[in-house]
């Protein structure tokens, strides 16, 4: 099956030139996608590359990763990718290792080798021993762990900032609000039990509950409130529209206006008095004063 990788000039005797060169070095031989893997001994690393070099032709040592296998014993393989000019050809290189055993440094034989030793060392925690200047590379001093092993939480255990009390850059532990704390790791499309906000609005529309990220309502409240909105609504009140439904009109008022049988009529109410009305109505009359003639003119 064709693949995107460099076109690689195949060799049909790598295999046999490998178990001759190598003996008991060599642990195993794959080849898978038109590439050839070997892993050997730990301990024999720089004398394999020597052999390699000088026996193969594979002059120049590309890269060096690392990969974490957390449920093997021993956890980590150190991969060192080899490419051969002169044969157009590439060889993988892979040796296993744990925390605490390290692997014999290649800065030798490939001097390139010192800082993509301290990669690994920095990334994963691998030790290299006779590396001239085995420290970190990658992440800051004083940084806590190794950020590409398995077990290393996404958020780390220290996070950096630039304090404008202090004027300098600090380090605190990493301090999550409660919105980031949760994780369901469920499919926003399949399997979860919440709704995204907005989605109570298609109730009308006879849509189901749609999925996505975590609302303040649980799914028991989200059910309740989709069955209420599906009961039917409450009667309608009793309205009175005319004056026949009601009684009123000028049959009943006729009717008022009869005599009770205890021979009471119906009487407007008296308005109410206030004091000062009272007290002008019972005060007495002022006597008015005579009028004086008009004088002048003829009479």
Known sequence: MAHPAPLVAPRATLAAELKKLLGADLLAHDFAADEDSITVDRDAIAAVMIALRDNLEYQQMMEIAGVDYPDRAERFEVVYHLLSVTRNHRLRVRVSTDEATPVPTIVPVWPNAGWLEREVFDMYGVLFAGNPDLRRILTDYG????????????TGYIELRYSEEDKRVVYEPVKLAQDFRNFDFLSPWEGADYVLPGDEKAGGTGEAPGKGAPTPMTAKEVKASDDKAKAAPPPTPKTTESTTQTGAGAKANIKAAKTSRD?????????????????????????RAPRKPKTGGDA
């Not at 590409?148 to 939480?153: E, G, I, S, V």
């Open 143 to 154: 940084f806590q762990g190794h950020p590409q092993r398995k077990d290393f939480p996404l």
């Open 263 to 287: 021979g009471a009529k119906a009487t407007t109410a008296a308005k109410a008095k206030t004091p000062a009305t009272e007290k002008a109505e019972t005060a007495p009359a002022k006597p």
